[in-house]
């Protein structure tokens, strides 16, 4: 089971899920596009998601899924790992 990270949205839940099922790199607008979300609002959360390292930056526009991302959909983490400075 997930952890309950009380700053995460569905949204992030879904953008983890597609780059996870998709094993892809993908920019905001493209993740946005799959998932039924703006591709400004993704892009937003996608920050969020990289600051606390569950997603990584390749480049200027595009992410990818990281090992904590992947250990936080299998539930594998603690959702104190998941800290995130406001």
């Avoid at 090992?67 to 936080?72: K, Q, R």
């Amino acid at each position: 089971m997930r952890p309950r990270v009380d700053w995460m949205t569905q949204a992030d839940e879904r953008i983890l899920e597609f780059l996870f099922e998709k094993d892809i790199v993908a920019s905001p607008t493209v993740i946005g596009a799959n998932i039924d979300y703006t591709g400004e609002y993704v892009s937003r959360r996608c920050r969020k998601l990289a600051e606390v390292g569950l997603i990584q930056r390749v480049d200027a526009t595009n992410y990818r899924i990281t090992e904590l991302g992947e250990d936080f959909l299998s539930g594998d983490i603690n959702a104190d790992e998941l800290h995130l400075d406001e």
